[in-house]
């Protein structure tokens, strides 16, 4: 079950999260983000979850005003790809506490800390959902007692 | 979860972050980048050192911004000097940053290696796991030269915690996907493939993926993952929900884990040993059970889940290809799928029962659903259901209901999005050709698709038309008296103008008898089409009217007056007009015999596969789509090279495979060709062989690069131990573009590749005849010929198969006699044979007399394939 790349992207066409498990040029990875997401969000609503497109297959769901999507290999599963998109979602849900897309706007980061606990390399990692945002919960532990007082002017984002 | 960790932190990044969310326009946003580009370049430049908070910060909008879409060259160094701080917020930040915007500047990537291998070492989980992390987001070539040494141990290190062998282990196979040849497994395979046994679940699921892609490159090296894999399985199917505590998803037992395990064993043949195979066997009955059990949840989540299992283990069914009873269930568990109201399962249903048609055991239960997808096509809302509802019409198709199954893709046609209309045209023509009992059906057929797809019917499916009905006398009667009815149409299409203008050149003679369709009113039905033709529509006809006047002494002055014509001799086009000119001359100065001569019919087309086929192949690219001819040809192992031992044993657009060998005794070699037929590289090419355990097959290592247009050769030493019946299957891997490849074809080695010739008296043959006659030894086998009969293409096949020719030994001459040795490493076979002709009933009876049953067997089968 190889996952080629991932992709989040809202109705309006913008990308917000994009993770690429070949190697492929910048260039041609902006082209495909570009059409693929053109392609999905000419579909209608109660469409299949799945297409084929260019030789790769294209599993994709939409959660509130966010598209997930991954294309994987022709022999991949579909099923079990839709249902590593959900796991994805509630992973996301229950750190964010009811995710939106600004939590993933915002907080970037943490939107591919967790996707790289969860799977890395194309292939899920780690399925218990437990065991990852445990892994997560450890690092922001790590994070806090690190973190050291600011300023004031750089609290308030003036620098 | 607290929700304390939303926007820790760095504030001036969320600033950031609202400020370009806020800007009115593009060219807003661009200012408002390359402000904060300005401020982080001065930052960085400036001379006060930055701590590595702010280096963080900095790092991370780069980064937004770059994602954003926006280039990025600078910044790549204090993203490395955060990988050395002893931070983990500022390490992790680095990483990312290293991940997403790797730079192969040979300078930093040491840096970061050599960042990555103080994590390594540092044995604090969390740091090796973000090192992890890294290597298998990059993956680049240094990174595997730099590890791929080191993370096999860490992988089966006793201590090593388990989140970290997870990692190490989909690090490895990253690693392997993008450098192969840079990461042995040898010494760590026992022990790799023994995680399956693993304690931690997480564990297991991640080495199973790891194994797998080992697997698909090494069968052989991974062959006890099996029994492990069938272990694991049986006690998840069998587990009770709860068990697995938080791997069971939605009242699913670690469907993941399951499809993985599912997916490994893919690589591999049924199981040989009974007790295995069995136990295989109830997990996938129990797995085809639990589809018949009412739902434990309602959510789409728990479906989705245990649906995937079942359609993985259904793959796995259909893979193995060996159990009647699993195929016919799972075809009709599919067949419910056909109608359940769910899209994703209708779309999946099509597209898994095309595959289950081209087993032999399902084909007819396949069948039987043939309304029901009738009706998909007829019904469903998405096209890319339809879509999978016309490949798998096409898969089910055979001769008994080609006449139903065309005639709905017909009307199909009509309505069909304009997405699929030529592939669709191109499944009807094949359909129409290969299931053609009459060619009248074949005629219609054809003539009806351009009437209705005219635009979509490509040169090859008229071509072909024409070169069936020149090859067939029986029905170019019809497709003359055809063509003409549909030129009757006021409003045809061009194609349709170009087959009837060939036709009627050719054959209208035919029906040139009934007033209605004399020689003047053919001409003038034709030439009143002219006008509104393209310019080589026009040549054509132009071409056909001198036809007319070989075929029509009666309306030569009509047509010489048409080419005479200014708007023909004076044509601006210089085809146009150099055809008439000629024409017209032909015209006047020949006398009747050579016009007869040169303007003779045509002479029938060599056979060759219909070029629509290639067509539809090429269109589909390295497709899925199962060609039935395709599959039964690899399934009858290459019969062609029974009795040769050179050519090209597989090709698609991408690449082709020739192959040359030479055997002696028990040992063969074998040159495999590599043609990479694209203009761009193929990556990471790796083969490797499986194979029964009667041969041993050596593979020399192959180039993973071939260039464009290169071609690369690989040699493989092969020794056969003992008498075998299942050829060996070359597996090919490789990336082309982004994509990886896999190839799999069976390599034309057959015990008979092992035969030594062996000449003798015609008493000694009979004296050893008889010595072979015990009921076991001799195989019998009376069969329909399949090619003409000629005795030296037979000579040639039997020489070609290894055996020697004995001459004068049969009283028959007709007959054919022959004997040779098999040998192997563990036993010689001798071998004696008779093949008696029929030329009458265009039969033949074989007959062959060794002194092992399997040897009689196997040899009959080979040979009796060849005539």
Request: glycine residues 4%.
């Amino acid at each position: 079950m190889l996952n080629i790349f991932m992709l989040l992207f809202s109705r309006q066409g913008k990308l917000r999260l994009q993770k690429w498990y070949v190697p492929l040029s910048d260039k041609e990875r902006k082209k495909i983000s570009r059409d693929l997401v053109q392609t999905i969000l000419a579909r209608k609503p109660k469409m299949c979850s799945f297409l084929e497109w260019r030789d790769l297959k294209i599993v994709y769901k939409r959660y509130a005003s966010l598209y997930f999507c991954c294309a994987v290999e022709d022999q991949d599963n579909e099923l079990i790809t839709l249902e590593i998109i959900h796991r994805y979602v509630e992973l996301l849900d229950k750190y964010f506490g009811s995710v939106c897309e600004l939590d993933i706007i915002f907080n970037f980061e943490k939107a591919y800390f967790i996707l790289d606990e969860f799977l890395l390399g194309g292939e899920a990692q780690e399925t218990s959902k437990k065991n990852v945002l445990k892994a997560i919960e450890q690092a922001d532990l790590l994070q806090e007692e690190a973190e050291a007082p600011r300023s004031v002017l750089e609290e308030i984002g003036l620098t | 979860m607290p929700a304390v960790s939303k926007g820790d932190g760095m504030r001036g990044l969320a600033v950031f972050i609202s400020d370009i969310r806020n800007c009115k326009s593009k060219e807003a946003e661009v200012k408002r980048i390359n402000k904060e580009l300005a401020n982080i370049r001065s930052k960085f430049k400036g001379d006060k050192a930055l701590d590595g908070y702010s280096k963080k910060k900095y790092v991370c909008k780069l980064l937004f911004i770059f994602l954003l879409g926006h280039d990025i060259d600078f910044g790549h160094m204090e993203a490395v000097n955060l990988l050395s701080s002893n931070k983990y917020t500022e390490k992790q930040i680095g990483y990312l940053f290293i991940s997403v915007l790797v730079n192969s500047n040979s300078e930093l990537i040491r840096l970061i290696n050599n960042a990555i291998k103080n994590d390594l070492a540092s044995r604090n989980p969390t740091f090796m796991n973000l090192a992890l992390h890294c290597i298998a987001n990059v993956g680049s070539r240094e990174m595997a030269e730099a590890f791929a040494s080191d993370i096999p141990r860490i992988l089966v290190a006793g201590d090593t915690m388990d989140s970290v062998k997870q990692s190490a282990a989909l690090c490895l196979l990253r690693l392997n996907r993008t450098s192969p040849d840079l990461v042995p497994m040898g010494e760590w395979t026992a022990r790799v493939v023994h995680l399956l046994n693993d304690q931690h679940l997480g564990v297991v699921t991640a080495a199973t993926s790891l194994i797998t892609t080992l697997a698909q490159k090494s069968p052989d090296d991974f062959k006890t993952s099996v029994s492990l894999a069938v272990a694991r399985l049986s006690r998840i199917v069998t587990s009770a929900s709860i068990d697995l505590q938080d791997y069971t998803y939605y009242f699913v037992a670690a469907p993941w884990l399951s499809v993985k395990l599912l997916r490994l064993l893919q690589c591999y043949p049924p199981p040989e040993d009974a007790s295995l195979r069995s136990r295989l066997t109830e997990c996938l009955e129990t797995i085809l059970n639990k589809a018949q059990e009412p739902p434990k949840s309602k959510k789409v989540q728990h479906s989705n889940a245990k649906n995937a299992v079942l359609f993985e283990a259904i793959a796995l069914i259909i893979h193995h290809d060996s159990e009647p009873n699993l195929l016919v269930r799972a075809c009709n568990q599919l067949g419910q799928f056909l109608q359940h109201r769910e899209t994703n399962l209708r779309y999946l249903a099509l597209e898994s029962m095309c595959t289950l048609a081209s087993s032999e055991f399902s084909h007819e239960a396949v069948k039987t659903h043939i309304e029901t997808v009738i009706s998909a096509l007829k019904t469903e809302r998405d096209v890319s259901v339809r879509q999978r509802a016309v490949d798998l019409l096409y898969a089910m198709c055979d001769r008994s209901n080609s006449k139903q199954i065309v005639a709905e893709m017909l009307s199909y046609l009509e309505t069909a999005d304009y997405s699929i209309r030529e592939e669709i045209v191109l499944k009807v023509a094949i359909l129409a050709e290969k299931y053609a009992v009459d060619y009248t059906w074949y005629v219609d057929t054809i003539l009806n698709l351009i009437r209705i797809a005219g635009d979509y019917v490509s040169e090859e499916v008229w071509y072909r038309v024409i070169q069936i009905v020149i090859n067939r006398d029986d029905v170019q009667g019809y497709a003359a008296k055809t063509v003409f009815e549909a030129l009757q149409a006021p409003a045809c299409h061009e194609n349709l103008v170009k087959v009837g203008g060939y036709i009627l050149g050719e054959f209208g003679n035919l029906i040139a008898g009934d007033p209605r369709s004399s020689p003047l009113v053919q001409f003038n039905l034709l030439h009143s089409k002219f006008h509104l033709c393209s310019v080589p529509t026009r040549a054509l006809l132009l071409s056909a009217y001198i036809k007319f006047i070989n075929l029509f002494p009666e309306v030569k002055g009509t047509i010489q007056d048409v080419l005479r014509s200014d708007s023909q001799l004076r044509n601006a086009d210089v085809e146009l007009q150099q055809r008439a000119v000629e024409y017209l001359r032909l015209s006047c100065i020949a006398s009747t015999d050579i016009l007869a001569t040169v303007l003779e019919e045509m002479p029938p087309f060599p056979e060759r596969e219909s070029s629509i086929l290639a067509k539809l192949k090429k269109k589909k690219g390295s497709s899925k789509l199962p060609d039935m001819d395709d599959s039964r040809k690899n399934v009858n192992g290459n019969t062609e090279f029974v009795c040769k031992n050179n050519g090209v044993i597989y090709e698609n657009q991408l690449l082709q495979i020739g192959l040359k060998s030479e055997y002696r005794q028990n040992l063969g070699r074998m040159y495999v060709f590599y043609g990479n037929k694209t203009s761009t590289q193929f990556q990471s090419f790796s083969t490797s062989v499986s194979t029964a355990l009667q041969l041993n097959v050596q593979e020399k290592p192959v180039d993973p690069l071939i260039e464009a247009g290169a071609q690369v050769q690989q040699i493989l030493n092969i020794e056969c131990v003992s008498d075998f019946s299942d050829t060996p299957v070359l597996n090919i891997q490789f990336r082309y573009g982004g994509t990886l490849q896999n190839i799999a074809v069976k390599l034309p080695v057959m015990l008979n590749k092992f035969f030594q010739p062996t000449e003798m008296m015609s008493q000694d043959f009979f004296q050893r005849w008889k010595q072979l006659g015990a009921p076991q030894q001799e195989v019998q086998k009376i069969f329909k010929a399949k090619n003409q009969m000629d005795t030296d293409v037979t000579k040639a096949k039997l020489l070609g198969f290894g055996v020697a020719l004995l001459d004068g030994v049969d009283p028959n001459p007709a007959n054919f006699v022959g004997a040779g040795i098999i040998h192997t490493k563990t036993t010689q076979v001798g071998c004696l044979l008779r093949l008696e002709p029929n030329a009458q009933a265009q039969m033949y009876r074989l007959t062959l007399r060794t002194s092992k049953e399997s040897v009689s067997q196997r040899l009959c089968e080979l040979l009796s394939e060849q005539f």
